[in-house]
C-alpha cells in the first residue's frame, strides 16, 4: 500500500470508532485511536498526529487539548504492542481468487472495532431496522438431547419503536425480560408484514440481510474473515457459543434477488465452509446485547466492509487485476531471507510452487512418497534437502488402500526411527486422502477445499495422471488443467502442489546415456508444458536391472535446493537403494572400484578426451580401470551428467568426445 492509501484507510477506520467522552473511557479510547494510528496503520508522526487531530475534533467531548493529545500520540510510538507494526495494512492487501472466492489472510487476525465502549441491544435495532418495521424477537427456548437451545415459538411481532419503547430503550418497563437468561435470545434478520406473525419466508417484508457463521472455525478466524472479506456487514454479534454472525447487507427488491445476492455470498466465502443452514430469510440470529448464561451474546461491530451491496460487488469486480510489482519493490526485497522460503537451502521450493517427482512403475514410489511427506511434516531433511520447519503435508492419492498405506508408513515411521516427539508431530502435521473419482475441475476444488480447511503448506497428489481429466500429451489439456486450475489455487493459498508422474516406457539404453540431468525432465509423460509449468522437477530412475541402485536427480532448479554427497559437496544426483529388511529408501554406499559421486574430481581428465566409440570406451574403462561392465555404463552416464564427455550420433553408432576436446 502506498502512503496516501495507509491514510485514507486510516481516516476511514477511525470513522467507525465509538466517541471518547471524558468520564466515559475517553483516555483509553484516545490512546486506541493513537495506537491503530502509530503501529496499525504503520503511519509516520506527522501523518498520524494530522489525522488524530482530525478524530479529536470529531469523536472527543471535550476535545483534548494539543500537550495531552501529542503524549498520547507519543505513548503509542514509543509503548510495545501486542500486534505487529502495520497489522491493518496487510488487511487491505487481500485479493479475489481467480475463481471469484474469497481468499482468507490467515496471518491477519482483526481487531474488535469497538473494545471499550459496549453496544446494546438498541444499537442492533437502531442500526440495523427502521422505526415502522415489524421484528420478531424470543427467548422461549427448548432443548436438543445434546444440550443445544433453540427458538421454540414463532417469537413475538412488534414494530421497533415499540421494541426501543417497552423492552430496550431507556427506562422501557420490560427491560429485564431479555436482559439474561440460561439460553439467551433469538432476533429474525428481516422485517416482516405487518400482522402476519407466521414467521414463514413468505411474510418478510423487506429483504434486508443474509445470515453467515462458520462451524468449523475459532472465532478469531471467523471475526478476521468477516474483516477482510469487504462483505456489506451490517452487524457482528458473538453468539454466546462457538459462532459469530454476520448479518451481510444486500437490500435485494425481492425473494429471487435475494437468493441470487444469498448465493453470490455463499459462493465468495465457499472455500471457508459457511454454515449452510442459513440459507432462508426468515432465519433467527442471536440477539446481540443479551445474556446466554454465563456468557454474552456481545454486539462486536456495526457497518464491517463496504458500504452497500453495489459497493462490494464494484470492489470484487476490480479485483480481477494481476498484481503490479514495482522495481523499488524489487530492488527492497531481502531475496537472503525470503519469508516465503519453504523447502531448500536457497529459494528452491517458496509458497505457492510446484513440484513434479518422475519415475518408472514399480521402482516404490509409493514408499517414496511416504517417506518425503513423512521427513517433511517431521522437520527431516530429504537426503540434503531441508525444510524450514515441520512442515503440514496433505497427501492425495488415488492407488493405494488403507492396507497399502498402513504398510508404508509402519514401515517408513520404524525405519525412520522416528522419536516420540516425531510420532505426535506426523499425527498434527500428517494427512492422507484417498479420491479416485474427481478430475479436472472437481479435483481442483477438492484440493481447494483440503488445503484451506487444514492450512497445508505442501499437498502431494499421487498419481498426476489419475486427476487430470484429459490427454496430458495435449498442450491445451495439460496448460488448462495447470495454469488455468491449479496454479490460482497455490497463489490464493501459498500451497505448494507435489505431483507424483509416471516416465513413459523405457527408452534404449543408448538413447537415455545421452541425456543430461535438464534432459531427465522431459523424461514424464505428457506435454513439454508440464515441464514449463512446474517450478522443479526431481527424476528417480533404476540404474540397473540387476540390483536395486536408483539415481535421485533434481533435473530442475536443482542448485537451489542445495543437496550434498555425502562428504559435503554440492551435487544434482545421488545414488538410492532400498534399505535391507525394511521399507525405507537410503544413500546408497559408493561403488567399488570407483566412486559414482565423485566423478567430476577422478575422472575429469576424460574432458579431453577425442572421439571414441561407445564400444572402445567401454572397454577401456572394464580393462584399465578394472570396472565392472555395468559399472563401466553407469560411469558413462555419469560423466555425461556431469558435463565431462558429450555423446555425439555418427550414422547410426554413438560415439563420445571429452566437452574440452579440440
Wanted: with cysteine; glycine share 8%; net charge neutral.
Amino acid at each position: 500500500m502506498t502512503i496516501q492509501d495507509r491514510i485514507t484507510g486510516a481516516r476511514a477506520y477511525l470513522a467507525k470508532l465509538p466517541p471518547a467522552n471524558s468520564g466515559a473511557g475517553g483516555h483509553p479510547a484516545t490512546y486506541r485511536a493513537a495506537s491503530i494510528l502509530a503501529n496499525g496503520f504503520d503511519l509516520g508522526y506527522e501523518d498520524a498526529w494530522m489525522l488524530l487531530n482530525e478524530w479529536n475534533k470529531s469523536h472527543c467531548s471535550p476535545a483534548w487539548g494539543e500537550k495531552e493529545l501529542r503524549h498520547k500520540l507519543n505513548d503509542a510510538f514509543v509503548k510495545p504492542h501486542e500486534k505487529p507494526k502495520g497489522w491493518l495494512t496487510a488487511g487491505k492487501e487481500r485479493k479475489v481468487g481467480a475463481n471469484g472466492r474469497f481468499v482468507f489472510d490467515p496471518a491477519v487476525v482483526a481487531q474488535m472495532v469497538d473494545a471499550q465502549t459496549p453496544y446494546s441491544t438498541a444499537d442492533v435495532l437502531l442500526n440495523c431496522f427502521k422505526d415502522e418495521d415489524v421484528i420478531c424477537i424470543t427467548n422461549e427456548a427448548g432443548q436438543t438431547e445434546d444440550g443445544k437451545w433453540f427458538p421454540a415459538s414463532k417469537g413475538i411481532f412488534i414494530t421497533r419503536a415499540e421494541w426501543l419503547t417497552k423492552f430496550f430503550g431507556p427506562g422501557a418497563p420490560r427491560g429485564k425480560h431479555f436482559a439474561e437468561s440460561e439460553q439467551g435470545a433469538w432476533i429474525r434478520i428481516n422485517p416482516f408484514t405487518k400482522d402476519d406473525f407466521s414467521g414463514t419466508d413468505s411474510s418478510v417484508a423487506s429483504y434486508r440481510h443474509v445470515l453467515v457463521e462458520f462451524d468449523k472455525k475459532s472465532k478469531d478466524e471467523q471475526l478476521s474473515i468477516f474483516h477482510q472479506s469487504n462483505l456489506p456487514i451490517s452487524l457482528l454479534v458473538d453468539s454466546g457459543g462457538k459462532s459469530v454472525h454476520a448479518w451481510v447487507r444486500v437490500d435485494a427488491a425481492d425473494k429471487t434477488q435475494w437468493e441470487e445476492r444469498r448465493n453470490t455470498i455463499y459462493e465468495y466465502l465457499a472455500d471457508h465452509e459457511p454454515d449452510p443452514q442459513n440459507k432462508n430469510p426468515s432465519r433467527w440470529s442471536r440477539l446481540g446485547g443479551v445474556k446466554r448464561g454465563e456468557n454474552e451474546q456481545r454486539i462486536l461491530a456495526f457497518n464491517v466492509g463496504a458500504d452497500d451491496w453495489g459497493a462490494f460487488i464494484a470492489w470484487r469486480e476490480g479485483q480481477d487485476t494481476p498484481d503490479e510489482i514495482r522495481t523499488d519493490t524489487l530492488e527492497a526485497y531481502d531475496t537472503q531471507n525470503d519469508p516465503n522460503h519453504v523447502i531448500g537451502h536457497g529459494r528452491y521450493l517458496c509458497r505457492g510452487g510446484s513440484l513434479l517427482v518422475t519415475g518408472q512403475s514399480g521402482i516404490g514410489k509409493s514408499s517414496f512418497v511416504m517417506q518425503m511427506a513423512t521427513s517433511w511434516a517431521v522437520g527431516r531433511e530429504l537426503f540434503g534437502i531441508p525444510v524450514i520447519r515441520p512442515l503440514r503435508i496433505g497427501v492425495v492419492q488415488a492407488e493405494c488402500d488403507m492396507g497399502d498405506l498402513a504398510e508404508a508408513f509402519q514401515g517408513v515411521s520404524s525405519g525412520m526411527m522416528l522419536t516420540g516427539a516425531e510420532r505426535a508431530l506426523c499425527r498434527e502435521n500428517l494427512r492422507f486422502f484417498t479420491e479416485a473419482s474427481k478430475t479436472g475441475k472437481d479435483f481442483v476444488d477438492l484440493c481447494r477445499k483440503i488445503i484451506v480447511r487444514l492450512k497445508l503448506d505442501v499437498l502431494v497428489a499421487d498419481p498426476l495422471l489419475s486427476y487430470v481429466g484429459g490427454d496430458l500429451s495435449k498442450q491445451d489439456v495439460c496448460s488448462h488443467f495447470l495454469r488455468n486450475l491449479v496454479q490460482p489455487v497455490l497463489q490464493e493459498t501459498g500451497c505448494i502442489m507435489v505431483f507424483i508422474h509416471h516416465e513413459g516406457k523405457p527408452k534404449p539404453k543408448e538413447t537415455t546415456d545421452e541425456q543430461t540431468i535438464s534432459d531427465m525432465a522431459y523424461s514424464g509423460l505428457g506435454s513439454s508444458e508440464l515441464v514449463n509449468w512446474a517450478r522443479a522437477i526431481i527424476s528417480v530412475r533404476r540404474e540397473s536391472k540387476d540390483k536395486p541402485i536408483f539415481s535421485f536427480n533434481l533435473t530442475k532448479r536443482g542448485k537451489l535446493a542445495g543437496m550434498r554427497t555425502v562428504d559435503g559437496k554440492p551435487t544434482l544426483s545421488i545414488k538410492l537403494k532400498h534399505a535391507d529388511h525394511k521399507v525405507l529408501w537410503e544413500v546408497a554406499p559408493m561403488v567399488e572400484g570407483f566412486e559414482l559421486l565423485k566423478v567430476g574430481q577422478q575422472y575429469q581428465h576424460f574432458s579431453s578426451k577425442p572421439t571414441i566409440s561407445r564400444k572402445a570406451l567401454l572397454d577401456e574403462l572394464t580393462r584399465d580401470y578394472t570396472l565392472q561392465l555395468d559399472q563401466a555404463e553407469a560411469l558413462i552416464k555419469a560423466m555425461v551428467t556431469n558435463g565431462i564427455i558429450k555423446p555425439k550420433k555418427i550414422g547410426p553408432a554413438l560415439f563420445y568426445q571429452g566437452t574440452k576436446a579440440e
